[in-house]
């Protein structure tokens, strides 16, 4: 009979850390700021120990070998979130949003969205209410009004003369 050779990456040095993590919050229990997470993410742990253990056992059967380490991957996974979320004090939806607008930051390289105004003369946005203590201006309308600010020409930066000669051309000293 043939034998076939199936390596199975096992990532005991995950597990190592997640167990140490585990143990960290049972120390600190200050640390754990959402218990049923913690407690979900401590029960992965203990499957993925076990799911090894099976598989250490049941050395003959290459299927379960690797059934056992993709699980066991897939659970050290639901481990690190779950932890990571019990000790944040957060929900995964929470978790969720943050990364989406990270992963806008990421793409777009900056942390305010983009504001577009419509062309048409539409607002985008309804203008807030009034108060109600204060009475309406009768002369007041919906309509914005056009403000002109005349200054002189000495005012601001200083420009630089018009070319008398109409070339508008860029230095190159």
Known sequence: MDRINIVVPLFDGVTTAIVAFCFVCVIFPHIVKNK???YAGFTSVLLVIL?????IMLYTSAGFRIFAGAT?????????????????GITLKQLGGDMARAYEVIRRGEE????????T????NKPPARPTSVPPDDDEDDEP??????????AG???K???PSGDAKIPLE
Not at 113 to 118: C, F, L, M, S
């Open 36 to 38: 049923p997470q913690f």
């Open 51 to 55: 799911l090894h253990s099976l598989s």
């Open 72 to 88: 066991t991957c897939l659970l050290q996974i639901v481990a690190i979130v779950t932890l990571f979320l019990s000790a944040g």
């Open 112 to 119: 305010e969205r983009t504001v577009i105004v419509p062309i």
């Open 121 to 124: 003369g539409e607002m985008p």
């Open 145 to 154: 009004k056009e403000h002109r600010i005349d200054l002189p020409d000495s």
């Open 157 to 159: 930066w200083q420009r």
């Open 161 to 163: 003369p018009a070319d």
